[in-house]
């Protein structure tokens, strides 16, 4: 069974960084599509970047050039480096695994406030 664990999160001010990891286990996670989503109070869950087995990446207009997602295949992690937070950033962020079938972690809160 695939587990996902996020950790990374926490309380930053507008401007600053912060680097998510999602812990990948149970499974080959080479073969595996990644992905961060977030979702906001009242709001909808989104994407926010996706990576796919190969490499590939794509990101969501509201955090290109300033969201970077990254995987290490050795250590089975996905990353999400995270630049220039915004307060509109504020949200639980997933991270989500996909082939065949569909994993989710528990969630990992960033908080953007002053």
């Known amino acids: 069974q695939v587990q996902l664990v996020e950790s990374g999160g926490g309380l930053v001010q507008p401007g600053g960084s912060l680097k998510l990891s999602c812990a990948f286990s149970g499974g080959v996670f080479s073969i595996y599509a990644m992905g961060w989503y977030r979702q906001a109070p009242g709001k909808q869950r989104e994407l926010v970047a996706g990576?796919?087995?190969?490499?590939?990446?794509n990101y969501a207009d509201s955090v290109k050039g300033r969201f970077t997602i990254s995987r290490d295949n050795a250590k089975a992690t996905v990353y999400l480096q995270m630049n220039g937070l915004k307060p509109e950033d504020t949200a639980v962020y997933y991270c989500h695994a996909a082939f065949r079938a569909s994993r989710w972690g528990q969630g990992t809160q960033v908080t953007v406030s002053s």
């Open positions: 990576i796919t087995s190969g490499g590939s990446t």
